[in-house]
């Protein structure tokens, strides 16, 4: 019969536990507000203090370092050596609450502090943390592995040396076994030690097959409550918009994850599209948007926009299959949506490379013909019969806002660009079918403003599209708002389509 291993006794050398101690009793007797006094007749006593142990002395230092006077100070007496040795000392134990302790008082020492993040570098604090991460269960001990993450993301803050160190050490075994904990903090804050890392070569590794798995095994945790974390969009913004690797990272969102099953996937899984291929499109269009709203500069791959439209024939196609099937909380709605979106904020840049790559590639086209397919506005729906022999057109699909965003696509191509005006000028029927878009929707509320917004920017410096919006009016079709010369519509009882007619 096995004997049970008997608990390895912890045995704290005096060079490691006195100057924590000593620290820690000194900030305690300077702090501490002392009962003055005890009345014993004439006699006044002090209550006495209790010593100090170990566990206390470093909850009292890691405390006092949230102070940057007082990180500077223990920088100066060379404190951070000394928990260094601590936290070896106690790794080969089964003191796990020490090791939390001593790494939770490391990061505060290297918080902002390059005095202490040198020291750490020189006293290969980097190798503490590895081998305190080897020695437990990333997924039960999870205080230790939040706060050794931490740790590493206030120490490579110092610079490259400091971040060479760091990937050097951990990508991509130990930060890839990370990635697969589904917990959001621990995610988050890899996240952020990756981004910070990740730089020149680091990126070029980050952008390999075992980075973005890792990078994908993030988003799945970060996918289960739908929270947005800054640092996960800012390190997605890196490798997909700025850099090459939207397509891979998208590919590799497509297949189970490490913790799921195959058998488990839904028909548009099978396809290609997971929940978390939606939830990737979500996180890219954030930072896109923020950096619009403020007017900020952005760098913008021309593979992102082209990989960008490539995936929206390629969903376009597969939900024209049998949308009549489709859940409208499918994986494949949600990367339509955020498809549309991304493009939508793309194309707000009116000097841009990868813009031209799109408008060249027939993005306009592709986005009048999803108008052309779409069945009349609700509106029409509810007031006009449809003749049995009228041509069976898609009733508004997927999502709400479908039909605004594809105008709104359409209003950003057309802004300040002549070439666009006069391409839609040249299409048969497009000036018109942008126009009979001006209705009130009720599953589109702000269609009305966007079709304002696109006829403004057809028309704004184009006398040509003038003519023919005038045409249209001398023939009894007009737009239908005044300011343009417009009038109202109505829907032809055969075909189920809007027309326009002149207001009496």
């Known amino acids: 019969m096995q ?15 006195k100057p924590i101690l000593v620290t820690a009793e000194c900030l305690r007797l300077n702090q501490a507000i002392l009962e003055p006094t005890l009345v014993t007749g004439n006699s006044r006593k002090r209550k006495l203090v209790q010593p100090l142990e170990i566990n206390q002395a470093l909850d009292i230092l890691t405390q ?18 000394v928990v260094i040795d601590l936290a070896r000392c106690v790794i080969s134990s089964s003191s796990h609450n020490l090791l939390y302790l001593s790494l939770k008082l490391l990061t505060n020492l290297c918080a902002g502090e390059i005095l202490n993040q040198n020291c750490f570098l020189e006293e290969d604090g980097v190798d503490v943390v ?21 740790l590493l993301g206030n120490f490579c803050r110092a610079g490259e040396e400091h971040q060479a160190a760091v990937w050097s050490r951990f990508f ?26 990740c730089d020149g070569s680091n990126a070029h590794q980050l952008s390999g097959g075992q980075g973005l798995q890792m990078v994908a095994e993030i988003l799945r945790t970060a996918s289960i409550d739908d929270l947005g974390e800054d640092w996960l969009m800012e390190l997605l913004a890196k490798l997909c918009v700025e850099g090459s690797s939207f397509l891979p990272l998208f590919s590799e969102l497509s297949k189970p994850g490490a913790l799921e099953k195959p058998d488990d996937l839904n028909a548009d899984e099978k396809i290609g599209f997971t929940p978390v291929n939606g939830y990737l499109m979500k996180m890219l269009s954030v930072p896109l948007f923020k950096k619009r709203q403020k007017k900020d500069t952005f760098i913008l791959s021309p593979e992102f926009a082209q990989s960008v439209l490539g995936l ?15 859940p409208t909380s499918s994986p494949a709605n949600d990367v339509l949506r955020y498809t549309i979106y991304i493009l939508m904020v793309i194309c707000t840049r009116t000097e ?10 027939g993005l306009v086209s592709i986005f009048f013909d999803f108008l052309r397919e779409l069945e009349v506005p609700a509106t029409f729906r509810k007031s006009s019969p449809r003749d049995s022999n009228c041509v069976q057109l898609k009733v508004c699909p997927y999502y709400k806002r479908y039909r605004q965003d594809i105008v709104c696509v359409i209003a950003n191509c057309l ?17 018109l079918l942008l126009l009979q878009q001006c209705v009130d929707d009720e599953d589109n509320r702000h269609l009305r403003g966007m079709v304002t917004v696109a006829v403004k920017n057809l028309l704004d410096g184009n006398s040509e599209n003038e003519r023919v919006v005038q045409k249209l009016k001398n023939q009894g079709i007009a737009p239908v708002y005044s300011r343009f010369g417009l009038g109202v519509m109505m829907v032809n009882p055969v075909t189920g389509c809007p027309v326009l007619i002149t207001d009496p």
């Open 130 to 150: 590895a081998s305190a991460f080897k020695s437990i269960g990333f997924e039960t001990e999870l205080e230790i592995t939040l706060t050794g993450l931490q």
């Open 352 to 361: 841009d490379s990868a813009v031209d790559l799109l408008l060249s590639s």
């Open 172 to 197: 991509p075994v130990v930060f890839k076994d990370i990635s697969r904990v589904r917990v959001r903090e621990i995610s988050n804050v890899l996240c952020m030690v990756i981004y910070t890392c």
């Open 3 to 17: 004997q049970n291993k008997r608990p390895v006794t912890l045995i704290i050398p005096d060079h490691i536990l």
């Open 415 to 431: 802004y300040k660009r002549k070439h666009v005006q006069d391409e839609i000028r040249h299409k048969d029927g497009s000036i």
């Open 312 to 326: 929206l024939k390629r969903v376009a196609n597969f939900l024209s299959r049998d949308e009549s099937c489709l």
């Open 64 to 81: 006092a370092c949230k102070n940057p006077i007082v990180r500077r100070k223990f920088a100066c007496i060379k404190i951070l050596p």
